[in-house]
Each structure stands twice: as structure tokens, then as C-alpha cells.
């Protein structure tokens, strides 16, 4: 069952004026309504990118444009907006169809990462850029108290490759699987194979990112099967 609209307001710290705009931001496409969330996805995908980025210069002001690119990178995508819906709770006020409750829709990760871009796509339309400012800085600090490149950023393909070739004498390959979606919201799916084992295969919104995701899958079974 859906929460109301008005608790989750209470956890953002902010109350829309509009109210259709956060009743759309909260409808997902499986609801076949006239109106759902992916035009609100699209936005908050540019403003979060523009207000992470904007926070990470204004932090880190030694660091360089390849260092604040890794740390953006690190906070703008689907794994670490999933985090940030989780601590909204964000799953509970999503208006979502049967079948979709019924597959764990509100679990899915990028169904909570959409809804996140989404919400902060009503806010700035509803009450302008410095107010996604504000709640984004307020759960970026909370989610990662922490903000740097060990923490954040884990290079989970080369770890692999160090691991494969050190004791299979080999390194890892990746396939492609599918590409899905619309070209601004792509998705891609890859599989990690070692000497003609598939490993694992994991999702991203690059390829780059999915082959991250495979790689860390893939390092966790081959090190669990060592131990």
C-alpha cells in the first residue's frame, strides 16, 4: 500500500505547492496513467548532475577536473540514488501497478533511482534550483559522510583482473548482453567470463558502470570459492 505524499514531504523538508507535480513524480509508467514520471526522470538526471557537481567543486576546491569527474561519476548514478530513495524510503509512496507490487517493484533499484530523479525534477519546477540544492546537500551528507575516491570509488575490473591473472594465469572478458531504453536513459547489460565461464552479469546506465557491477559480482564468487 502507498504512504501518503504528505510523509514523505515531512522527510524531504519540503512542501510542493503544486501538488500534481509530486503526484506524478510518484506515479511510475506501470500505472498506465495519463501521466507518469519519466519527463520529471529526464530533468532531475540534469539538475542532480549540475548540483552534485556544483557541491564537489565547492568541497573540494584542490582537486582536479579527472578527480571531480570520478567523484561525480561515483555519486550520479543508479546505484548511489538507490541508496539516497532508500533513506527517503522513497519505495513506500510510489504509485505502482499490481503486477509490479507483485514483482517487488518497490525493491527494484531502478525503479527507486528513477523515482529520486524524478522527485527532484518536481522540486525544481515547483520551487526552483536552490531548494533541490538544500535537500540534495542534506541527504548527500547523510547518505556518504564520508565523500573520497577510497571510499566511493572502488575499481572493481582491475581488482578482478589482478585476481584472474594471479591465480588462473588469464584476465576476465566482457559481453554484452542487451541495450534497453531510450538513448538518454540506456541501459546496458554485460556478462564477466573467465576461460569460457560465464561469472556473473550485471546491469548499468554504461557500459562501463555494468562492468563494474559484473566485475564485483564476479570477484565475490571467485573468492568465496578460494576461501
Not at 578527480?67 to 509512496?93: H, M, P, Q, T
Amino acid at each position: 500500500m502507498t504512504k501518503p505524499a504528505k510523509e514523505l514531504e515531512e522527510r524531504l523538508g519540503y512542501k510542493f505547492c503544486n501538488r500534481e507535480l509530486i503526484t506524478q513524480a510518484l506515479t511510475h509508467k506501470s500505472c498506465r496513467a495519463p501521466h507518469n514520471n519519466e519527463r520529471l526522470e529526464f530533468l532531475g538526471d540534469a539538475v542532480l548532475d549540475l548540483i552534485v557537481g556544483e557541491y564537489l567543486y565547492m568541497k573540494f576546491p584542490e582537486k582536479s577536473e579527472g578527480e571531480l569527474s570520478k567523484l561525480r561519476a561515483s555519486l550520479v548514478n543508479e546505484k548511489s540514488f538507490k541508496n539516497i530513495a532508500l533513506e527517503l524510503d522513497l519505495g513506500s509512496y510510489v504509485f505502482i501497478s499490481t503486477a509490479e507490487e507483485n514483482n517487488n517493484g518497490r525493491d527494484k533499484i531502478s525503479l527507486l533511482s528513477n523515482t529520486y530523479e524524478a522527485l527532484m525534477g518536481a522540486v525544481y519546477l515547483d520551487g526552483g534550483i536552490e531548494n533541490v540544492r538544500v535537500i540534495v546537500t542534506k541527504l548527500l551528507e547523510k547518505v556518504y559522510p564520508k565523500i573520497d575516491m577510497q571510499t566511493l570509488f572502488k575499481d572493481y575490473k582491475t581488482l578482478l583482473q589482478e585476481f584472474t591473472q594471479a591465480f588462473y594465469g588469464v584476465a576476465p572478458e566482457y559481453t554484452l548482453i542487451s541495450s534497453t531504453g531510450p538513448d538518454h536513459k540506456k541501459e546496458f547489460e554485460l556478462a564477466v567470463v573467465l576461460k569460457g565461464r560465464r561469472l556473473a552479469q550485471a546491469c548499468g546506465s554504461t557500459k562501463k558502470e555494468a562492468e563494474q557491477h559484473a566485475a564485483e559480482a564476479a570477484l565475490k564468487i571467485l573468492e568465496k570459492e578460494r576461501d
